[in-house]
């Protein structure tokens, strides 16, 4: 084995162990799924994969064989980190981190370590400045829970109602009715809408004379 083993390999583990450490210690401050354990080990396994694809390669063999199987494995590593809930989609940043550490790994693994730490830098900048950008450029979206209770005699005006909830909001789905004993029925909605449409939407709800009351 001794002659497979060559000192630059140390400095590769060393180089994707502090990669994975970097991408996962901010997956970790926020508390995410795939955390800094996950990331670093995803970083340190695909540079591993890719050294051992490298040795064995021999003749016409294709160095890049094992090494390309890797984005297939990181594939449903990404995808598990992935969840829908209501109008929002949960885990793409940290499925994307997941992604970049593997080719980071691999990178470093292939020898080009200088590579893999520049993109690792364009990585940081992309994870740390650009929800500021979006901020700063683009209009803030929210999602919200709306319930509005009517009376039963005035259930017929619902479609119209949903109709002109839509007209002030992105998007609308409602997720409940319940009659109560009041006789009054509660409808649940879950709201997608832009920061600034706040205001009217309140301002519908308290003057439309059909709405008993609502919680938003």
Known sequence: MEQYF????????????????????????KDKSAGLKTI?????????????SVKIATGDADPGRIAANISTGIGFLGAGVIFKEGFS?????????????????????????????????????????????????????????????????????RDQLVKELSSLVKNIDQTSTQKSKEGSVELGFEVHILEKQLPTLERYLIENTSIKEFQL
């Open 6 to 29: 060559e000192f630059q390999d140390l400095s590769k583990a060393l180089l994707s162990l502090l990669a994975g450490f970097i991408l996962g210690l901010e997956r970790e401050l």
């Open 40 to 52: 670093t080990i995803i970083c340190l396994g695909s540079a591993l994969f890719t050294i051992i």
């Open 89 to 157: 989609v949960y885990g793409l940043t940290t499925a994307g981190i997941i992604w970049i550490a593997a080719a980071i790994g691999m990178a470093i693994g292939f020898g080009q370590p200088m590579l893999g730490f520049i993109f690792l830098f364009c990585a940081l900048i992309v994870i740390y400045l650009t929800k500021a950008l979006s901020h700063l450029l683009l209009p803030s979206h929210l999602n919200k829970m709306l319930k509005v209770t009517i009376a039963v005699e005035n259930y017929h005006q």
